[in-house]
């Protein structure tokens, strides 16, 4: 049976001959290497390894180059001071923790990383899902200022794709009923910085990945930032459990024992890349600028969030379909087969989520109903994320990008016999 079938793809068979596309056997736009993957792999980073293995200890989180790297990123962030863990999700989990005993609830998106949501759950509270906005692809604020009670501890706000949730209703909401607000920015590092008309997001806590597909694109790392000292120490009763910051050798009567404790090569990475961060970002942004203004006219297409805001952190480009534009019928299946196009042209194209995050999760699965989110469901049926967007990939590649782009729009309608 032809796996396009439910598509209608009558001229399938053709396909390479009339059009040429790489599916159906013609040559793709972008040549095999021709794109640098990342993390960009670069001779400073076995530097940076090596100090590590010259020192002579690669664990501890009062290593050397975890503190070094604490006080570059502080720096670099300003505002905030930084404490670094294992992972975002564990940052996430030890400001949960923190905040825990003020309710029972945390409201967050349900267009959300399981990792991001499942502290919840393990901090004893149980999440309150609500919508996003479609023009954001971030957390509703109307519908989660109106959802803040009594019974709330927290508001996670997760700037999932790159870009800045600002969210002023909810952060309102929340300041005024005592409950914290805690940002998950472990894809949208530049929303640490002064993004808000010159100031920095109203926040009680922010968390940081610093995995090796993100802007520090170290390994597994994550980051505590924040105002409050009180829950800089909160880490080690969440984490250190076997040795104290000070180096004694000692075992905390007070520490839950999740060992949140951070990798120091990763570390080493992340610290290398600080220096030149900022142009990382403004180059991620420029490529994202760049590729918009070569695809903004193909109909049926849209950005998730506007690439030209050179506040957003453009971790990749997400963008979305409206299926019923190109011919396909509601659902995944039209945005799932342009995927295939685009893949098969050599463009590195990324379908993340493909569910609500409490379909994900055992812990709250079957306690919600994907049809109360119709947003999330319009963006997880239509949504994609180009990658490699970031240096040393420039405008050249973003051209090729497009150049993919607009062969498969100019053949769709044909390949849907639709067209001439």
């Known amino acids: 049976m032809n796996k ?13 001959e009339r ?37 002579g200890r690669y664990h501890r989180v009062n290593h050397s180059v975890v503190t070094e790297l604490e006080r570059r990123f502080t720096n670099w962030a300003g505002n905030w001071t930084t404490r670094a863990v294992g992972s975002g999700t564990a940052a996430i989990h030890v400001e949960i923790d923190y905040y825990k005993d003020r309710g029972h609830h945390v409201v967050t998106a349900a267009l959300n990383w399981p990792g991001a949501v499942g502290p919840i759950s393990i901090s004893g509270l149980e999440p309150r ?26 508001v996670l706000v997760t700037h999932l794709f790159g870009n800045n949730v600002l969210a002023p209703r909810t952060r309102a909401a929340a300041r005024s009923r005592g409950i914290a607000i805690i940002d998950d920015v472990c894809q ?39 105002k409050d000292l009180s829950l800089i120490e909160h880490v080690d009763h969440v984490s250190l459990t076997s040795s104290s910051r000070s180096g004694a050798r000692i075992f905390s009567a007070y520490s839950q024992g999740y060992n949140y404790r951070p990798n120091v090569f990763s570390a080493a990475i992340a610290g290398s890349r600080i220096k030149s961060l900022d142009r990382q970002l403004q180059k991620r942004r420029s490529n994202a600028t760049t590729l918009w203004q070569m695809i903004r006219d193909l109909p049926g297409l849209s950005p998730l969030f506007d690439p030209t805001d050179h506040n957003q952190s453009m971790l990749n480009f997400p963008l979305r379909l409206e299926p019923e534009m190109l011919g396909f019928s509601q659902g995944s299946a039209g945005r799932d087969f342009v995927v295939e196009l685009l ?32 947003n999330t469901m319009k963006l997880l049926d239509t949504m994609f994320c180009v990658s490699e967007i970031a240096p040393p990939n ?26 001439a």
Request: charged content about 20%; proline content about 5%.
């Open 4 to 16: 396009y079938a439910s598509l209608g793809l009558k001229a399938c068979s053709r396909a390479k």
């Open 19 to 55: 059009f040429g596309v790489a599916l159906f056997g013609g040559d793709p736009v972008v040549a095999p290497g021709r794109i640098t993957p990342w993390p960009a792999a670069k001779r400073k980073h076995l530097k940076a390894l090596g100090a590590v293995v010259d020192s």
């Open 129 to 154: 899902f609500v919508d996003v906005d479609l023009t954001l692809a971030g957390i509703d604020d109307e519908a989660a200022a109106d959802t803040m009670g009594s019974d709330v501890a927290a």
């Open 188 to 226: 949208s590092i530049g929303a640490v910085k002064d993004i808000v008309d010159g100031e920095y997001l109203e926040s009680d806590a922010l968390a940081l990945s610093g995995n090796g597909a993100k802007h520090l694109g170290a390994g597994e790392l994550g980051f505590v930032l924040t």
């Open 343 to 374: 893949r098969a042209e050599g463009v590195p194209i990324l379908v993340w989520l493909t569910r609500p995050v409490f379909e994900y999760l055992p812990a709250v699965c079957g306690r919600w109903n994907a049809a109360d989110f119709p």
């Open 394 to 419: 420039d405008g050249e590649i973003m051209k090729l990008y497009a150049d993919a782009f607009h062969k498969i729009w100019s053949a769709l309608p044909k390949i849907l016999g639709r067209g």
